[in-house]
């Protein structure tokens, strides 16, 4: 079945780790966009991706970091480097159409607590 | 001005009821307009794209206008399991393809 896949479900760092949260897609859509959400809140774009190997910040990229070497997968690093990193993150895909972009597909999330 | 903006409610209804949402959009380049629905702890999940025509699904009713930047959703006869946050998104073509609002939440009471 087609879709898009995140993991871990859950995730637990210390202070001052890296963490990666993986985002794969089987859908063959060009675009993929990692969000934050906490809790309460709307979603926040942290990074997108429209095509491989080329990826634009978000309003909230600050200590997150991104890589798009295959059209399948969108990894998320946050770096020790973001202050507050304990929310839920949701990795999205996309088509572009002639007329614009089909609707968003979203993952199941990934929560991370920072302990 | 925010991109894509909702009134975050709570909207608090009786079942049965008929309930509409408003979103407002700032840039008049959006193509693509569409209404997620979020339970809470999940995923956010497509409920409807809206159309220039306007559109329905049952007893969901979505419109744009796009001279006052704006789309609704309407729902009607109201179901304890439409309680949920419901997100506005905006698409255009280009870069930030994807806008979400922050959402509006819906509860509703026996």
């Known amino acids: 079945d087609g879709g898009i896949t995140q993991s871990p479900k859950y995730l637990f760092r210390k202070e001052g780790q890296n963490v990666t949260l993986s985002c794969e897609q089987n859908l063959n859509h060009d675009a993929m966009y990692w969000y934050r959400q906490d809790p309460g809140q709307g979603l926040r774009l942290i990074y997108y991706s429209q095509i491989v190997n080329d990826f634009q910040k978000g309003d909230i990229a600050e200590g997150y970091s991104v890589s798009r070497e295959k059209k399948e997968s969108f990894p998320l690093t946050v770096t020790s480097a973001q202050k507050n990193p304990t929310a839920f993150y949701l990795c999205?895909?996309?088509?572009?159409?002639?007329?614009?972009?089909?609707?968003?597909?979203f993952g199941q999330g990934t929560r991370l607590t920072v302990v | 001005r925010k991109e894509v903006e909702q009134d975050p409610g709570p909207f608090n209804v009786p079942e049965g009821a008929t309930v509409a949402f408003n979103c407002t959009y700032s840039n008049s380049a959006s193509q693509s307009f569409f209404w997620y629905r979020q339970d809470c702890r999940k995923e956010p999940k497509l409920l409807m794209s809206?159309?220039?025509s306007g559109n329905e699904d049952g007893r969901f009713t979505a419109q744009l206008n796009r001279a006052s930047q704006y789309i609704s959703l309407l729902i009607r006869d109201s179901k304890l399991s439409d309680s949920a946050t419901y997100l506005c998104?905006?698409?255009?073509?280009?870069?930030?393809?994807?806008?979400f609002g922050s959402g509006t939440r819906l509860q509703v009471q026996p």
């Open positions: 809206v159309y220039s």
């Open positions: 998104v905006v698409n255009k073509s280009g870069r930030r393809a994807l806008t």
């Open positions: 999205a895909s996309s088509k572009e159409t002639g007329q614009g972009w089909t609707e968003a597909f």
